[in-house]
């Protein structure tokens, strides 16, 4: 057991799986190179002094190339983890992952696997508009995919390993305040989750939620950096004799839904919490299946609290105001009361 | 024509590349005929014309080498190995489909022949040829990748990327760009600078080749070459082809944009003709009833798919919950 | 027969409420337990439930007005029926012959703070609280809501459902000339029938008209009556009784009652009872508040039939008190009213429970 940031879970889940199986390999921009940053956020710093820079690939600045790369690779016997330098850059390659490794399986009438992972920061963090969006629910609206967004060191590893040993497409979705990377790559107004991390082999499953406070009074649903979010204001409401649940899917698809509807049941409210903006978005889908699945229980109506449905602004204040804040989850809770 | 035009090419190899031909022509006027009838459900990108591309190409290269076709990959198919009634069936939307009816035109494909599902988003296929070659290299097969795409597919950017990510890791891959003068309607004269898409090879420091596409044994040739350099691990070549759609883009074309004379010109170039006059009148490796011989063989090649095909039960509509993940067997 | 649309007496101390609004006209068609008019009391705005489908005549009342409890102001006439029906039919709701008991506890009433606006058109309930309620056959409409936009949720049931709450009991006195004559003949033809026995069978088809007055989730009419055992008055249930017939019941009743006095009552036999009768008439007693032993049961109580006749007269006339108990939480007011009404109808006559 070692105390670990979640960029060194990463990174160690990494090594591990290369060792284990050499058909996995990493690819992306600035990920190995000698000097380098190990990529954006430091996942992969070190890595290729291990395993060599063929299998910790530098590629140039071409996102639909290192995802169609990606694709081709996985599906001729490779295990490829993909770095998208900044989740925003996902959009560039819309078309390999949206139209050709979601479908792939499909449309080959299942003879045809796709095993690729990749990793993806996001969240807003003062880079303004283009290197700051949360863009985890355009991707659960594609059947084919599978989207995890880890929250803690051991969820991070877990998660990391399963999806290399899966053999569908896997997006990865990380926190840019989450990671703890440390020196150059330190983010300001990072929470650094250190946790604790097994040494041995383990996997945390695709498709399993967590409890991360237990509560009787609300239901709040958050991912990445707004189950913090959910836990701070969880510990205000306390103070106020209100006890909410805080609840991590960790895996956005599949999704662990009867977790969410369980404890909907038990509490009859419901917030969700995401860093994305409000309309058309991930809580909007949580809100209408609990809408649909656990209307009955429902003792008030349900809250989203997202970023606004702007693009993410650039100055701090601005950026504060956008974001969903603990104050907001207060607020969206009070309100069910 | 001296022994020498025919690289060395003998009957049988002759008879076998124009039994991959006229099997690829008569196919698709039998998808045509069959789209009439109402018995495709599905409009149709049709490959009459081009059949000496997929077929020179695929000639030169091994069973386990990877082909990725476009939106108009039955020649592709056909040439790399899926059996006639797999794809006959595919179009059909049936079970017995090579991807189980949950393709359809546009994605027939048979890994086991080294044909990727079709990707029928135009240049899409060739970031992941790349890929493909990128694995052959990690692995150590051997293997070589073949993306098709026309001339309209070389202006993506992802073709681009495809192209320079190989040429920087010398990846055993062939781009092997189909000039068929049209981009759906839009000449290429209109979406092209240079004046040949080989002519952009230079720039991504791999070798540009430009072939008669018409003429099935100078594509295998050239082919044969870039083959021969990416398994010697020294990178991937460009390939276009000349040649001509003597169909329309899809089903619905009435090709409005072109000239009926333009169309004559180019059927008497016409690729079968082509290999029929080398069997016959300019080499005589080979007899009028040879040929009468290979082309029963095909009719009854088609006979049996058609019928297959008809015969192969539909799916059940709700196997559409079906692949959408991989299912372990 | 047309059906009369009676004010309920929702205000516990008014007899006068006000008419805010009518949501169908005159001549419309309606549908029944669809809103059919919203009365103010002195606490808050209630929408009142069309008593039975079929087109609105005869509105009496219009918005604004003040009208008093238990009055008639509509009558809803069945597809087939027609006006000359309603004026054949009895007069149900004259003036007040029906009296609201007073009320002993305050009904429950939620901070002032949070209460609905007097103007607010609909009460708006959570799911969940719903859901409580309609579990526990609790009669929500009365609640105030104390959740977001004042809707009444789950702690809002809970709170209703923990505060002791009185029982309402209503009590009417009708003519049982008509049920005396049909007890006199059925004996006569040899058929051993008592009072009770005429009661349940009037109760049971009574309800089949006022389901809500039974206390059943899944629709069994099981009726309870006390038995005269030696001062004791044990209640044993006949079960079924909606399907019985007259004959059927009589020997029931007498089963039950030799069982009773012969001390070996099954437990089974006293329990589960969706309507109770208790009849003091053999004790010389003419009207009186029933107790409810099980919360959600009604009760329905028989006095003595007493004579209206003097020695001379040539026929007979006798008047009976009839009382009805329940739990204003469970049932609405106006719905006991009405069931009140139809078993009183019934007993002046009885030949309508043949129908």
């Known amino acids: 057991m070692a105390l670990m940031t979640i960029a060194e879970a990463l990174r160690e889940g990494i090594r591990e799986e290369m060792r284990r199986d050499p058909t996995v390999f990493c690819l992306g921009e600035d990920i190995g190179v000698p000097g380098g940053f190990g990529g954006a956020f430091t996942v992969t710093l070190g890595l290729s002094d291990e395993f060599g820079h063929n299998r910790i690939l530098d590629t140039p600045i071409s996102e639909i190339g290192i995802a169609g790369v990606a694709i081709g690779a996985a599906m001729t016997g490779m295990r490829p983890i993909a ?41 807003s963090t003062r880079r303004g ?28 590893k877990g998660l990391l390993k399963s999806a290399i040993r899966d053999e569908n497409p896997v997006l990865i979705f990380e926190h840019k305040l989450l990671y703890g990377s440390k020196g150059g790559r330190s983010e300001k107004g990072a929470l650094s989750p250190i946790g604790e991390v097994p040494d041995e082999d383990y996997t945390v499953p695709i498709g399993k939620g967590a409890i991360r406070r237990v509560g009787k009074d609300v239901t709040i649903v958050g991912k990445l950096l707004t ?87 650039f100055a701090p204040p601005m950026e504060a105001y956008y974001l969903p804040s603990v104050e907001r989850v207060i607020a969206a809770v009070k309100s069910q009361f | 024509m001296t022994i020498a035009s025919l690289n060395n090419a003998t009957q049988v190899e002759l008879l076998t590349l124009y039994r991959e031909m006229l099997l690829i022509r008569r196919f698709e006027e039998q998808c045509n005929a069959l789209f009439l009838q109402g018995k495709i459900p599905s409009t149709l990108h049709l490959y009459i014309g081009q059949e000496a591309v997929a077929v020179g190409v695929c000639a030169a290269l091994r069973p386990d080498d990877y082909v990725l076709g476009t939106h108009r990959p039955h020649g ?85 990327e495809a192209m320079n990510m190989a040429a920087i890791w010398k990846l055993p891959v062939l781009f092997v760009c189909e000039n068929n003068l049209y981009g759906a309607s839009t000449p290429v004269s209109q979406i092209v600078a240079v004046e040949n898409v080989a002519d952009r090879a230079v720039a991504y420091g791999m070798p540009g080749v430009i072939v008669d596409g018409n003429d099935v044994l100078a594509v295998r040739d050239v082919t044969r070459t870039a083959v021969e350099r990416a398994r010697a691990g020294e990178g ?64 009854a090649i088609l006979t049996d798919a058609i019928q297959f095909a008809d015969e192969s039960p539909e799916p059940a509509p709700e196997d559409a919950l079906l692949h959408v993940f991989w299912e372990d067997k | 027969m047309p059906v009369n649309v009676i004010v309920p007496p929702l205000s ?67 597809e087939g029926e027609s006006l000359s029906d309603v004026k054949a039919s009895p007069p149900v709701a004259p003036k007040p012959p029906v009296k609201a008991s007073p009320p002993i506890a305050k009904p429950a009433v939620a901070p002032l703070e949070r209460r609905v606006q007097a103007t607010q058109r609909r009460i708006f309930i959570s799911p969940r609280a719903k859901k409580l309620a309609e579990e526990r056959r609790f009669d929500w409409q009365r609640v105030i809501g104390t959740g977001p936009e004042g809707a009444i949720v789950e702690r809002d049931v809970h709170a209703s459902l923990n505060k002791p709450q009185a029982p309402i009991t209503l009590t009417t006195e009708t003519n049982a000339t008509e049920l005396v004559a049909l007890h006199k003949r059925l004996l006569g033809m040899g058929v051993p029938v008592v009072y009770d026995d005429l009661i349940l069978l009037i109760l049971a088809r009574t309800l089949r008209e006022v389901p809500k007055m039974n206390a059943s989730q899944e629709g069994g009419v099981h009726i309870g009556i006390t038995l005269d055992v030696d001062d004791d008055l044990p209640l044993a249930v006949v079960r079924n009784v909606d399907k019985k017939s007259l004959r059927e019941i ?27 009768l208790t009849n003091l008439g053999m004790f010389g007693i003419d009207a009186f508040t029933p107790v409810i032993a099980t919360p959600d049961c009604p009760l329905v109580g028989i006095g003595r039939i007493k004579t209206l006749s003097q020695p001379s007269d040539v026929t007979q006339r006798f008047s009976v008190w009839v009382s009805l108990t329940f739990d204003p939480r469970l049932v609405r007011a106006g719905t006991g009213a009405g069931f009140l009404q139809s078993v009183a109808a019934t007993i002046e006559n009885p030949m309508l429970a043949l129908v």
């Open chain 1, 83 to 123: 770095d998208v330098q900044y989740g925003d850059f996902l959009f560039c390659m819309m078309d390999q992952l949206a139209n050709q490794a979601a479908k792939m399986t499909y449309m080959s009438g299942g003879t045809v696997k796709v095993p690729l992972v990749m990793r993806a920061p996001v969240g």
């Open chain 1, 129 to 156: 508009s283009q290197h700051a969006q949360s863009l985890e629910a355009f991707f659960t609206h594609i059947p084919g995919l599978k989207v995890l967004a880890p929250s803690t060191a051991y969820d991070a």
């Open chain 1, 227 to 313: 189950v913090y979010r959910a836990l701070e204001a969880a510990e205000e409401l306390a103070k106020e004799g209100i006890e909410a649940e805080v609840i991590d899917p960790r895996t956005l698809i599949p999704l662990d839904k009867e977790l969410i509807l369980e404890s909907v049941r038990k509490t009859g409210r419901l917030v969700v919490v995401e860093e994305d903006n409000l309309t058309h978005g991930w809580g909007a889908e949580i809100a209408a299946i609990v809408a649909e699945e656990a209307f009955f229980y429902l003792d008030a109506p349900i809250k989203r609290v997202a970023s606004l449905d702007t693009p993410p602004p």
């Open chain 2, 76 to 160: 592709h198919a056909l040439a790399k190995g899926v059996t006639s009634r797999s794809i006959m069936a595919e179009l059909f939307g049936k079970v017995t489909g090579c991807c189980k009816a949950k393709g359809g035109s546009m994605h027939v494909g048979d890994m086991s022949v080294g044909m990727f599902p079709a990707i029928a988003i135009v240049g899409a296929n060739a970031p992941i040829a790349t890929g493909a070659a990128l694995s052959a290299k990690m692995r150590g097969s051997g293997q070589v990748v073949v993306a098709f795409f026309g001339e309209g597919g070389a202006n993506e950017g992802a073709v681009h």
């Open chain 2, 236 to 299: 991937p070549s460009l390939i276009e082809c000349k040649t001509y759609r003597l169909c329309g883009h899809s089903r619905s074309d009435a090709c409005n944009y072109r000239t009926r004379e333009e169309e004559a010109e180019w059927r008497d170039k016409d690729p079968l003709l082509r290999i029929r006059k080398l069997l016959t009148e300019e080499t005589g490796l080979a007899t009028l009833s040879d040929l009468e011989q290979v082309e029963a063989e095909v009719e």
């Open chain 3, 12 to 78: 516990a101390t008014a007899d006068t409420l006000t008419l805010m609004e009518w949501y169908k006209r005159e001549g419309d068609m309606v549908l029944k337990d669809e809103p059919l008019f919203m009365v103010e009391t002195d606490k808050a705005t209630l929408d009142v439930e069309s008593p039975a489908s079929g087109r609105l005549l005869q509105v009496s009342a219009k918005a604004g007005d003040s009208i008093v409890s238990l009055s008639r102001i509509a009558v809803i006439v069945a």
């Open chain 3, 250 to 276: 009589a020997k029931e009743t007498l089963e039950l009652r030799e069982a009773a006095k012969a001390g070996d009552l099954a437990v089974e036999r006293t329990q589960g009872a969706t309507l109770a």
